[in-house]
């Protein structure tokens, strides 16, 4: 399994998406543990490729579980009820406010 689960918000804007994401940080950002990330990000598909771009210091994160190890059952147990989550709430009103973006 995967050390990270990802989903995308889409916006009103085209091409721009709130990225929701929550993945096993292993010490070297932070503390070790599962980290909740919410940011925008521009997707474009051109010429059969598809890019991702991310805003320099325009999300916001933190490490809402510190864990010695990563465990697969665990980070879907968390990704499970990411939206019970405070700073799930408090991060997406920010950058939602920050960027202006409405969700569609």
């Known amino acids: 399994m995967s050390r990270k689960q990802e989903e995308l918000l889409p916006t009103t804007q085209p091409e721009h998406f709130i990225e929701i994401s929550l993945y096993w940080n292993d010490g070297y950002n932070g503390p070790k543990g599962y980290r909740l990330s919410i940011g925008p990000v521009t997707i474009q598909n051109r010429n059969g490729y598809q890019s991702k771009g991310y805003g ?8 809402i579980e ?3 190890r990563f465990n697969a059952r665990k980070l879907a147990d968390l990704w499970a009820k990411r939206a019970s989550f405070p700073e799930y709430a408090e991060f997406l009103s920010k ?6 973006y409405t969700l569609q």
């Open 56 to 63: 320099i210091c325009s999300g916001f994160g933190k490490t």
């Open 66 to 68: 510190q864990a010695p």
């Open 95 to 100: 950058v939602l406010v920050k960027g202006n």
